[in-house]
């Protein structure tokens, strides 16, 4: 669920529900504050790549760097806390890697989520950490997702609709798109009540129209 910092009087925002925002505002709503959450096969494969890494603790990797599982992390400046999946720690700072069972979409809602984890490290280590990545389980390769102004700019306007949806208190409306063909909520959200496109029902049709 989304809490409430007592200290800044505001929501903070788990990083996660950054990515289902980006996908679907809808989604994140029905998962994060009303708590309805359902699996299918796509999110039960994820779980099943995330074992490895929710175990937790410390691994050296290659070159002797050091690889942190499932590291809290969270931001007091932007509002928002979360789990990295895995921070190694390079020369050049520290690095959050974000495991995905699936492909990588360059500029996709998981861009955001490992975006704000950057922003939480620099942060939290006051590094530079320089990028994030994403480790995509179909290619089984690390894909860069540079974290610059406009990106930080982004994680923001993301914090602040989020926030604002939940602060309202009202469930967007169902998109009923591509989107929604494997989402596993779809039993819930019902997005085929979608209002369609309104038409003229009730306005007498002359005589000649009728067939």
């Not at 894909?143 to 939940?166: T, W």
């Not at 989107?179 to 005589?207: H, K, N, W, Y």
Request: net charge negative; glycine share 8%.
């Amino acid at each position: 669920m989304i809490a409430e910092s007592a200290a800044e009087d505001r929501w903070s925002v788990p990083i996660s529900a950054l990515e289902h925002h980006a996908y679907c505002p809808r989604q994140a709503v029905l998962i994060w504050q009303e708590s309805y959450f359902e699996s299918n096969a796509d999110t039960v494969r994820g779980d099943l790549a995330h074992e490895a890494v929710d175990r937790g603790g410390v691994l050296t990797g290659r070159h002797g760097a050091r690889i942190w599982r499932s590291l809290p992390v969270h931001s007091q400046r932007l509002g928002i806390h979360g789990i990295c999946d895995t921070v190694h720690w390079t020369a050049e700072g520290p690095v959050p890697v974000e495991h995905k069972s699936g492909t990588y979409r360059p500029g996709g809602p998981a861009d955001l989520q490992v975006a704000a984890q950057v922003l939480c490290l620099r942060e939290m280590f006051d590094d530079s950490v320089p990028h994030g990545e994403i480790f995509a389980g179909r290619d089984r390769k690390h894909h860069i997702v540079v974290v610059d102004d406009e990106m930080e700019c982004a994680v923001q306007s993301a914090v602040d609709d989020l926030r604002r949806a939940v602060l309202e208190g009202t469930v967007p409306k169902p998109v009923n798109d591509r989107r929604c063909r494997r989402c596993s909520l779809r039993p819930g959200c019902i997005p085929e009540t979608r209002p369609q496109r309104a038409v003229d029902l009730f306005t007498p049709r002359d005589s000649g129209d009728c067939p």
